[in-house]
T-cell receptor
Framework: QKEVEQNSGPLSVPEGAIASLNCTYS??????FFWYRQYSGKSPELIMF????GDKEDGRFTAQLNKASQYVSLLIRDSQPSDSATYLC??????????FGAGTRLFVKA | GAGVSQSPSNKVTEKGKDVELRCDPI?????LYWYRQSLGQGLEFLIY????????KSGLPSDRFSAERTGGSVSTLTIQRTQQEDSAVYLC???????????FGPGTRLLVL
C-alpha cells in the first residue's frame, strides 16, 4: 500500500526561527510532490510543489526533495505566528492519484 | 475567476437518511477529487474523476457511497443510509489535469445524528 508519512507534531518554534517539516513516501515511482497548508476549520491551500531533486525556494519557503531517500521537506524561514497551521504533504503516485499525509501541526510562538 | 464551490456548507441529518453533496469545480478543470476529513485527521481519498474516463472509486469506504460527474463538470457525492461514523467534512478539489495542483472547495460539514 502506498503511504505518505508525517510526524503529527505539534512542532513548536519561536517566532523568527526556522521550522522544518518532513515527509517520507513509500512509492519510488512518485513524480510530483506538494505541500499544502490548512488553517483550523479551513480547506487546504497549496504552498509549494516540487518535481526534481534538490531545493526549490519561494519567499520564506523552501521545499527539498531527495528521491533516493524518498523524503521531501519544507523549511519555513523567519517563522511567523500566522504560519501556525497544519501542513500536509501530498505525493502524486502516478495514475493521477494523490496520497496525502496526515499532516504536521506547526505552532509558532510569538 | 471563481474557485471550487460546494453545497451545502453544513448538513445535519438523521441516521439512515440519504444525503447529496454537490461540487462545482473550476471552469475548464478536467480532474475532480472527493476527500473526507474527520476531526483532527488527514485527508481520506474517496473518488477521482478525470475527463470522460471511468472514475477511480478505490477510496469509497462502502457501497453506501457513490458519486457522479455530469457533463464533465458538476459532481454529486451521495451517501445512502447515513451512519454516525459518516460525520466529517467532505472536501472537493479540482485540477487542470490529474497530477497537478489541486484547488479545494470550502467543504461540506456533515453531521449524522
Amino acid at each position: 500500500q502506498k503511504e505518505v508519512e508525517q510526524n503529527s507534531g505539534p512542532l513548536s518554534v519561536p517566532e523568527g526561527a526556522i521550522a522544518s517539516l518532513n515527509c517520507t513516501y513509500s512509492d519510488r515511482g512518485s513524480q510530483s510532490f506538494f505541500w499544502y497548508r490548512q488553517y483550523s476549520g479551513k480547506s487546504p491551500e497549496l504552498i509549494m510543489f516540487i518535481y526534481s531533486n534538490g531545493d526549490k525556494e519561494d519567499g520564506r519557503f523552501t521545499a527539498q526533495l531527495n528521491k533516493a531517500s524518498q523524503y521531501v521537506s519544507l523549511l519555513i524561514r523567519d517563522s511567523q505566528p500566522s504560519d501556525s497551521a497544519t501542513y500536509l504533504c501530498a505525493v502524486d503516485t502516478g495514475g493521477f492519484k494523490t496520497i496525502f499525509g496526515a499532516g504536521t501541526r506547526l505552532f509558532v510562538k510569538a | 475567476g471563481a474557485g471550487v464551490s460546494q453545497s451545502p456548507s453544513n448538513k445535519v441529518t438523521e441516521k439512515g437518511k440519504d444525503v447529496e453533496l454537490r461540487c462545482d469545480p473550476i471552469s475548464g478543470h478536467t480532474a475532480l477529487y472527493w476527500y473526507r476529513q474527520s476531526l483532527g485527521q488527514g485527508l481520506e481519498f474517496l473518488i477521482y474523476f478525470q475527463g470522460n474516463s471511468a472514475p477511480d472509486k478505490s477510496g469509497l469506504p462502502s457501497d453506501r457511497f457513490s458519486a457522479e460527474r455530469t457533463g464533465g463538470s458538476v459532481s454529486t457525492l451521495t451517501i445512502q443510509r447515513t451512519q454516525q461514523e459518516d460525520s466529517a467534512v467532505y472536501l472537493c478539489a479540482s485540477s487542470g489535469t490529474g497530477g497537478e495542483t489541486q484547488y479545494f472547495g470550502p467543504g461540506t460539514r456533515l453531521l449524522v445524528l
